[in-house]
């Protein structure tokens, strides 16, 4: 049976000391939700998301405030977000930072992703996006506290000040509109059919004061452990995970990668083909994934990053990049680099 979609409880965490601060008592609601609180201490413990939703629910009804969702992200701190926190403060901009976000979302919450686009000049927009399935629209608290963790985030690496250029919200217009006005420091759409935040380029390109690129690398691989270790409850993700672990050392066979899931290699590949896809397909996108990302960080060399993937030589690997993405290597880093140039200049 498929892993529920979870998220960390971490970010109840918040919820726990929120309601406490106002004098409530949060051990009945969390129980209420079907959420034990002996979890809460446990960085790398996560909770069901429908039962958080019920959280939410309970929690805003228990506070009786529209401000609540607010109010909780305000206690975030880059703990909140395990790895993906100390990966964001240490990007050398707030684009990286953003894209970080992206990739690496699921760590947080595997039922939301982020999507980052730019739909014009001078102006790109981070997408909040459901991705589990029956558990119905979020919270509306919940949608107010991961827009609010987002600015939180970016306040962080840019002083308390910042606030984006827009929000989108779905939520609709609150009484306490004022409060929300402050906080965000910039225009909200609310009804919306979706919930965003806008960005300006200029912010998204400017150098961070916290930028420190080891150690952003670093936590990138804490990153991608944890979300191979999420995928463990299927067998792509299963595969994928013994891939990235092997990638390194040279070729990765299926038949090892069977033998190290205690499976033969032929009921891997059924159990792949019933999931509708194979090993090579399984294998070409963790490659594919991990090569645009080690391309666009542009800290490593071509021979290198080719290494790392489990290439023979860098000639095949800009072969297959060039087949992945349609353009070689160093063509995206040249790209890349003219875009941000660009941005810089308008």
């Avoid at 707030?94 to 014009?120: C, H, N």
């Avoid at 979020?138 to 962080?156: E, H, K, N, P």
């Avoid at 936590?219 to 672990?245: F, S, T």
């Avoid at 040249?334 to 941005?343: S, V």
Wanted: glycine letters at 8%; a positive charge.
């Amino acid at each position: 049976m498929p892993r529920a979609p979870s998220t960390l409880t971490t970010w109840a965490l918040l919820q726990w000391d929120a309601l406490a601060a106002r004098g409530l008592e949060p051990e009945p609601l969390f129980r209420s939700a079907g959420l034990d609180p002996a979890e809460l201490r446990d960085p790398e413990a996560r909770y069901p998301i429908i039962k958080m939703q019920r959280l939410w629910t309970a929690a805003s009804i228990a506070v009786g405030e529209e401000t609540y969702g607010l109010e909780v992200a305000q206690r975030m701190r880059p703990t909140t977000f395990h790895a993906l926190g100390y990966a964001w403060l240490a990007s050398p901009t707030l684009q990286e930072a953003l894209e970080r976000a992206t990739r690496y979302f699921a760590v947080v919450s595997d039922g939301l992703s982020l999507e980052l686009k730019r739909p014009r000049a001078g102006e790109s927009v981070l997408v909040f996006k459901t991705t589990a399935a029956g558990i119905g629209r979020f919270a509306i608290a919940s949608t107010d506290a991961g827009l609010a963790a987002i600015v939180m985030l970016c306040r962080m690496s840019n002083g308390p000040e910042w606030h984006p250029k827009a929000v989108r919200t779905v939520r609709p217009k609150p009484k306490a509109a004022a409060t929300f006005a402050r906080f965000f420091g910039a225009p909200i759409e609310y009804d919306a059919r979706e919930a965003a935040l806008i960005f300006s380029t200029d912010d998204l390109s400017r150098p961070l004061p916290s930028a420190n690129r080891e150690l952003a690398i670093a936590n990138d691989a804490v990153l991608k452990r944890l979300i191979a270790r999420l995928r463990m409850g299927d067998i792509e993700g299963q595969v994928r995970g013994a891939i990235v672990e092997r990638l390194a050392s040279g070729a990765v066979l299926q038949g090892e990668i069977a033998t190290g899931l205690a499976l033969s290699e032929r009921t891997l590949q059924r159990k792949l083909a019933e999931a509708g896809t194979n090993f090579q397909r399984v294998l070409d996108g963790v490659r594919r994934e991990l090569g645009e990302a080690y391309v666009r960080e542009g800290s490593r060399s071509i021979t290198e990053i080719a290494y790392l993937l489990g290439f023979s030589d860098p000639a095949n690997f800009t072969r297959a990049f060039r087949r992945w993405l349609g353009v070689a290597p160093k063509g995206l880093a040249a790209k890349d680099k003219r875009m941000a140039a660009r941005d810089r200049s308008r």
